[in-house]
């Protein structure tokens, strides 16, 4: 094995531990560990003991199935918490020579010398596009010439609190975090083509107990936002309208929710128990998926909004791109395509192997995703490096991070 990369995509309902080999045109999956989640609710922390039990038992998973001892991973964070903004940040030139990488890194700090509240943190900066001397939408200024560079920047905050409670309860766990790395950047490198960062899309991750989404255009991200709504909702609506317990609600939610009344037989029925000692009851499916189409609806409604808020839904050509645990309900791209306004397509992880049958699902674009940015931060300079003699079972497994990538993802101060 050349480089190792450790991803753990901590999320409501699962938290998936993955060890994989980091190669140009694939991932070598070595080991991978799933675990029900417990002491998350929307993305953040209320139970740090249950928390970090449900992250010992899926990295104990992981080691075993790989042969390594984790150490290091790239961690997954979302929840409402999240916020981002735009800056811009501006440094001279010197007339004998072109742009280098100082001058990006001196231009990044400016843009990201904003003010933000003592509980929040950043998490995220990422270039958009720079300008020099007044000529926009330079993609890469490095060796070029000209006197003034500008950069507009992104930049995705966290409150602190939220980030430092994720990180005890992996530490707890006896991992150090690499990086914090938000959802729907994860999701979008697992899952969007080169062509739809390029023309402009966003990608819907719809977990348990958050919707995530991002919007690339031109090959970078532009925005990035959390809507505290995910699949456990529709869950919730099913135990109240059944009077179920909520794994049964969740069952019959897999088993027989569709997101398009009108697509259901409505002759078809079928029997679950409630609660109490009473007999099974009858339940029209179609009465089941009117309910989950208007929650659904209302879902995208909020996204809709979302990507109103950001003023860029003009350019959204390649339009939505959806992935996540909860984006497998039936009919559920269709109330999509039909609440956005734009084309949808369903997506899952691709170019994966080893032992990778378990992660081609859209559940697990996130983890994917991550251990996609140590491909990437390899493209950009920098290395996702395993120890000396990493490649013998039992050796300690970590990664380094360094070089342009640091830009994009500034370093943890609480860690």
Known sequence: ?????????????????IVAEVRPADIFIVGVGIEPSSGM???????????????????HKAEK???FDIQRAFVSVAGSHIHGQNSRGAVGISEKRGVNLDDLDKAMEHARAIA????????HVIPRSYSLDG???VRSPLGMHGFRLEVEAHIITAASSSVANLEQSVQAAGVQVDQFILNPLASGEAVLTEQE?????????IGGGTTDLAIFIEGVVWHAAVIAIGGDL?????????????DVAEAVKIHHGHAQQRAVDPLEKFLVEPFGDGLPIEVQRSQLAEIIELRVAELFEMVRKEIKRSGYEGLLRAGAVITGGSSQLPGLKEIAARELGCPVRLAKPEKLTGMADALRNPSYSTGVGLLRMGLQMEGMGSRVAAPNTASQPGKKLGQVIGGLFRRLLPDNTNG
């Open 116 to 123: 933000i509240p003592h509980n929040r943190e950043v998490l």
């Open 65 to 67: 199935s790989s042969g």
């Open 197 to 205: 960062r390029e023309m402009g899309a966003v990608i819907i991750d």
């Open 1 to 17: 094995m050349r480089d190792l990369a450790v991803a753990l995509d901590i999320g409501t309902r699962k938290i998936c531990a």
């Open 41 to 59: 609710k929307k993305g953040v922390v209320n139970d740090m003991g249950q928390l970090t039990a449900a992250i010992s038992a899926a990295v």
């Open 135 to 137: 000529q926009e939408r």
């Open 234 to 246: 529709l869950t919730s609506d099913i135990t109240h309208w059944m009077h179920v317990p909520f």
